[in-house]
């Protein structure tokens, strides 16, 4: 009687659960890319580059400081 008891549950239960209305998920929402306008660049004159670049003073200001070697900190026992 237990068997035919639960039986009769799980098929009620089907049968209500497949008359249940179906959920629909939105679908995602793409957004378009903003249109850009076209930035036109200049390149700069060469001279420009080789007065830099060569420029003995200027690459000295300009040069990345050495650090401190942190190695000899780190040896030893401890």
């Known amino acids: 009687?237990?068997?035919l008891t639960t039986g009769v549950l799980i098929a009620l239960t089907m049968l209500l659960?497949?008359?249940?209305?179906?959920?629909e998920?939105?679908?995602?929402?793409v957004e378009a890319p903003a249109e850009t306008e076209?930035?036109?660049v200049s390149a700069p004159d060469a001279s420009e580059c080789l007065?830099?670049?060569?420029?003995?003073?200027?690459?000295?200001?300009n040069a990345k400081p050495e650090e401190?070697?942190?190695e000899a900190e780190s040896?030893?026992?401890?």
């Open 1 to 3: 009687m237990k068997r």
């Open 17 to 23: 659960a497949s008359c249940a209305p179906k959920t």
């Open 25 to 29: 998920t939105p679908a995602p929402v």
């Open 38 to 40: 076209a930035v036109t």
């Open 51 to 61: 007065a830099c670049h060569t420029d003995k003073e200027r690459l000295t200001q």
């Open 68 to 70: 401190p070697d942190h």
């Open 75 to 78: 040896k030893g026992v401890g």
